[in-house]
């Protein structure tokens, strides 16, 4: 059973369309969270959500959104796609911050989003 | 904004030859966290620091946190070809809402 599941795994687009992308946990984690990595590696926070609240919304473009309808999932929907959303976005979750020893996060295996 | 700095960006290693990747924080940390991403993979957390000078192994993996605990390192010894990856610090945000990754440290391993 994959612990962190996003869907899809790759996402081609045209500029200017809309697209979501969901993500599942069934480790029974409290918090969940967006990640968007560029192409030099790079792990940037984008939302995080515990319980359903939201708790981080770091600076992002109001074209993301995300939903978490309940705990175990957290969806990512982006309006008006730009060249420069081309990236892979990645789901995590941990329980509470993720600060307890040993637990750390457990990401998805990652949405290649690419916008022509 | 980013919590820790890392250090080096990038590092090509001979297999057999050591390595060593280390993360510095201004702040006082209450702890550190390492993850390894593969090519084409996803980070998997590896383990956890939290006290001053605290050492732990993991085979051929040596974890440390400094004394001030402003700083940590990771040391391979020995690189195999399946050490390849992009190593990641992360450490806790300015507000411990969350943890913040630091730029990586991507390993490549000649054979």
């Known amino acids: 059973d994959t612990a962190v599941s996003q869907t899809p795994k790759y996402l081609v687009t045209q500029m200017g369309n809309d697209k979501s992308i969901k993500c599942e946990q069934n480790l029974g984690h409290d918090t969940m969270y967006w990640y968007k990595q560029d192409s030099k590696k790079f792990l940037k926070i984008m939302f995080s959500y515990n319980n359903k609240e939201l708790i981080i919304n770091e600076t992002v473009p109001n074209r993301f959104s995300p939903k978490s309808p309940d705990k175990a999932h957290l969806n990512l929907h982006i309006n008006s796609l730009e060249l420069g959303d081309s990236a892979v976005y990645f789901c995590?979750?941990?329980?509470?911050?993720?600060?307890?020893?040993?637990?750390?996060?457990?990401f998805g295996s990652g949405t290649r989003l690419t916008v022509v | 904004g980013q919590q820790v700095m890392q250090i080096p960006q990038y590092q090509h290693v001979q297999e057999g030859e050591d390595f060593t990747t280390y993360c510095n924080s201004s702040t006082t940390l209450s702890n550190i966290q390492w993850y390894k991403q593969r090519p084409g993979g996803h980070p998997v957390f590896l383990i956890q620091l939290v006290k001053s000078g605290e050492v732990k192994k993991q085979k051929r993996l040596t974890f440390q946190f400094g004394e001030a605990k402003k700083n940590s390192s990771l040391h391979i010894t020995a690189t195999q070809t399946t050490d390849v990856g992009t190593y990641f610090c992360?450490?806790?945000?300015?507000?411990?809402?969350?943890?913040?990754f630091g730029a990586g440290t991507r390993l490549t391993v000649k054979p």
């Open positions: 995590a979750s941990s329980q509470d911050r993720g600060f307890e020893p040993g637990w750390g996060y457990t």
């Open positions: 992360a450490a806790p945000s300015y507000n411990n809402n969350d943890m913040r």
